[in-house]
């Protein structure tokens, strides 16, 4: 009987080890269960820093970075790279008109239309107050012509719904193709500039 006592004694430890292992297998799941949740929270804070506050478009930080990363490419693979610059003509006579509300539903409505036209790859960003901007990839001089012509239109079409009317909604654009020994400031200061010409050349429309 002690020898059948013995045996039973014996098979102790392994009941224990076997119940730690499962232990250990719960707490595995555990915590990869909240790293999962952690690394989805870190996700929505980090898009959260790139994004504008009013639009749902990037904000002015991340475009920059984008545009850094498109002048990398550029330097090492010699691609071509487009940046548009977009000013919303007359947004001081809406804000006037309709208030700040009517203000921020007409950038909402030129943040709707560039994001609707174009490619999925393209980076679009609200970079100031009724400012824009457009890193079109791989892009020759035709397209950026053909594309401003669809945004302009775009733009032009839409009608938002304010309490009092509804106004017509226009922008002027600029753009500039990205070179290999740029930097992200040099490319939007000369878009930024073409987009100042072709304002004037429209007649001077006013902030």
Do not use: W
């Not at 996700?43 to 790139?50: N, Q």
């Not at 999925?120 to 824009?132: K, M």
């Amino acid at each position: 009987m002690n020898d059948v006592q013995g045996d039973e004694g014996a098979f102790a430890p392994q009941a224990d080890m076997a119940m730690s292992h499962e232990q250990l297998a719960l707490l595995c799941a555990d915590l990869k269960q909240q790293n999962a949740k952690l690394s989805a929270r870190v996700r929505v804070l980090e898009d959260e820093i790139c994004r504008d506050t009013l639009t749902p478009l990037y904000n002015r930080r991340h475009f920059e970075q984008a545009v850094a990363l498109a002048i990398a490419h550029c330097q090492r693979y010699g691609s071509r790279s487009a940046l548009l610059f977009i000013d919303v003509d007359d947004l001081k006579a809406i804000n006037d008109t309709y208030g700040h509300a009517g203000g921020d539903e007409a950038l909402r409505t030129v943040a709707d239309v560039l994001l609707a036209n174009v490619r999925s790859t393209d980076v679009v960003a609200r970079i100031g107050g009724d400012e824009f901007a457009l890193l079109l990839g791989t892009i020759g001089d035709d397209d950026v012509e053909q594309k401003i012509a669809e945004l302009t239109a775009g733009i032009e079409a839409c009608r938002p719904q304010f309490s009092g009317g509804k106004p017509c909604l226009s922008a002027t654009f600029g753009h500039a193709f990205i070179h290999a020994d740029d930097r992200a400031d040099k490319v939007l200061a000369r878009a930024d500039s073409q987009m100042y010409r072709s304002k004037r050349l429209r007649g001077g429309a006013r902030r």
